[in-house]
């Protein structure tokens, strides 16, 4: 809120700004990832459109300047309360969570050998859709509306869990409108495991228009596919091995 503010202050008044996010290191004073971070600022300051530029810097821990840079450098005075909001204070007081990473494709695409064999690497627990429906999505269909609420059920389960292991979800997540909801409640990173599998009416998929990272099973062996997916945590910064 505190930022918001600040960055309002300038936007108000149809002048341009460019918000820098610092790439540090997730821990318990900054939980969230640079992508994370880019998409909470986007939404929030979707409304001014192209006054806001939004552009990724190395960690920083100061800020150097001497004489005339020839552009103005000001402060802009914020009201007590506004000034004293800290976002990494209260991240600190709160429990750090553990990455949630959600393996989503087609049926018969692989997940589950995929995610037993990125448990062997990373450790967490794994959240399998089979395993699901037996427990905390028994006597849930196949209807639309049921595999919704089978995957926003798994979605609450891997919040609760990320509280002390890392989560590996094995889980089809078909539509497109309840990943969306499942980002609104877990944040995962998303794993698009791609496969040429017929799409049936039996068997629907909405093939992902947003992921964070894409495997192949139809080219790639489980071996590849889970050395790429490691690549991408690490370079991320969301697991340190």
Known sequence: KGHKKL???VLKKGKSAVVAIRDTVIDQSNPY???ERWTMIQRALQKYGDLVKIVVIPDIDEICYGRDVGYAIRRIELKPGIEKISGTAIR????LQKPVIWLTGQTGAGKTSVAYALQKKIGGVI?????????ISAGLGFSKQDREEHNLRVARLAVVLSKKNRVIISVIAP????RRKIDEIAKPVWIYI???VRITKEKPYEIPQK???????DHQKIREQVDII???????RIIHL
């Open 7 to 9: 960055i309002e202050t």
């Open 33 to 35: 990832t640079v992508y």
């Open 92 to 95: 600190r007081n709160r429990k």
């Open 127 to 135: 959240l399998d859709g089979d395993e699901m429906r037996k427990s």
């Open 175 to 178: 539509f497109e409108e309840t």
């Open 194 to 196: 791609k496969r040429d």
């Open 211 to 217: 992921y964070h990272i894409k495997v192949d099973s």
């Open 230 to 236: 490691l690549q991408y945590l690490k370079k991320k």
